[in-house]
């Protein structure tokens, strides 16, 4: 029989989705943000009754094994026991194939932003209403992203930590605190500017997301290979920087406006 995606999700919510203590199965990623392509791998919740996650990872993992021998089964460790993840792969199926399971539990609430549109479920199983959205709140929104901003604007203020090292010469050194205090947070107020919605997802999608002369000088910057290419591009950050900071205030006050208006005419 021959195993792909759509043959290992079949088996998973027959097997799973007819436990009385399943009460959702939905998938995230490419799924719903309608992105799959052949390297796409499978992102997938599971919703349990309050108690279960045991009980659902020993029938997922049984699940899998009849379909191939199962050669990676790796859980990220640290995770609350309400809402653990784990990843698995099957033998003789593509390696970009990887099956993420994420098990909660009804003590680990499930909420959808409508304006998010980075997380989207497709709903496979949903016997008691879990998958809900409800609509950002502005006010908490923005104030979040003023924290981010003032966050990447602290991290920067100390570019002087890849500076020094530059100046000794060190490409090593200076490519990780480069990165650190100089890419990094220029990363976060682009997010801030271009992605408000999905602030925290750092460079994963940024081809897609970011404009195509934000990607190409990303590129740029993240290309370095001497300690002169380091140099040259914390001259250029430094521009850019600046004018992000600039573009993502405006935006942060034209924001701050908007509610005031509508505050003052209720």
Same mark, same amino acid.
């Given at each position: 029989?021959?195993?792909?995606?759509?043959?290992?999700?079949?088996?998973?919510?027959?097997?799973?989705?007819?436990?009385?203590?399943?009460?959702?199965?939905?998938?995230?990623?490419?799924?719903?943000?309608?992105? +799959?392509? $052949?390297?796409? #791998?499978?992102? %997938? !919740?599971?919703? /349990?009754?309050?108690?279960?996650?045991?009980?659902?990872?020993?029938?997922?993992?049984?699940?899998?094994?009849?379909?191939?021998?199962?050669?990676?089964?790796?859980?990220?460790?640290?995770?609350?026991?309400?809402?653990?993840?784990?990843?698995?792969? +099957?033998? $003789?199926?593509? #390696?970009?194939? %990887? !099956?993420?399971? /994420?098990?909660?539990?009804?003590?680990?609430?499930?909420?959808?932003?409508?304006?998010?549109?980075?997380?989207?479920?497709?709903?496979?199983?949903?016997?008691?209403?879990?998958?809900?959205?409800?609509?950002?709140?502005?006010?908490?929104?923005?104030?979040?992203?003023?924290?981010?901003?003032?966050?990447?604007?602290?991290?920067?203020?100390?570019?002087?930590?890849?500076?020094?090292?530059?100046?000794?010469?060190?490409?090593?050194?200076?490519?990780?605190?480069?990165?650190?205090?100089?890419?990094?947070?220029?990363?976060?107020?682009?997010?801030?500017?271009?992605?408000?919605?999905?602030?925290?997802?750092?460079?994963?999608?940024?081809?897609?997301?970011?404009?195509?002369?934000?990607?190409?000088?990303?590129?740029?910057?993240?290309?370095?290979?001497?300690?002169?290419?380091?140099?040259?591009?914390?001259?250029?950050?430094?521009?850019?920087?600046?004018?992000?900071?600039?573009?993502?205030?405006?935006?942060?006050?034209?924001?701050?406006?908007?509610?005031?208006?509508?505050?003052?005419?209720?």
């Amino acid at each position: 029989m021959t195993i792909n995606r759509e043959t290992i999700i079949k088996a998973i919510v027959s097997d799973l989705g007819s436990e009385d203590y399943i009460l959702a199965i939905w998938l995230e990623g490419a799924d719903g943000t309608k992105s +799959l392509d $052949e390297y796409s #791998d499978i992102d %997938l !919740v599971c919703y /349990t009754k309050e108690g279960f996650i045991d009980d659902a990872f020993t029938r997922l993992d049984d699940c899998l094994r009849r379909l191939r021998e199962v050669d990676v089964a790796y859980e990220q460790p640290g995770r609350p026991t309400n809402n653990r993840y784990k990843v698995y792969h +099957l033998q $003789e199926t593509p #390696d970009s194939l %990887l !099956v993420d399971v /994420t098990i909660q539990s009804e003590s680990f609430p499930v909420s959808f932003i409508n304006e998010d549109e980075s997380v989207v479920p497709v709903i496979l199983v949903d016997k008691a209403g879990i998958v809900k959205y409800q609509n950002v709140d502005l006010a908490s929104h923005r104030s979040q992203l003023h924290t981010q901003l003032i966050q990447a604007q602290g991290i920067y203020s100390q570019r002087s930590r890849a500076v020094k090292y530059t100046k000794r010469g060190f490409f090593l050194e200076s490519l990780i605190y480069y990165q650190k205090y100089v890419l990094n947070p220029l990363v976060d107020v682009l997010r801030l500017i271009y992605t408000p919605f999905q602030a925290d997802c750092f460079l994963v999608h940024a081809s897609r997301d970011f404009p195509i002369e934000v990607v190409l000088t990303l590129e740029k910057l993240y290309g370095v290979k001497t300690v002169q290419d380091i140099t040259e591009g914390i001259n250029l950050a430094d521009e850019l920087f600046c004018n992000a900071v600039a573009e993502a205030d405006v935006m942060l006050s034209q924001t701050y406006v908007g509610e005031s208006r509508t505050d003052s005419n209720t």
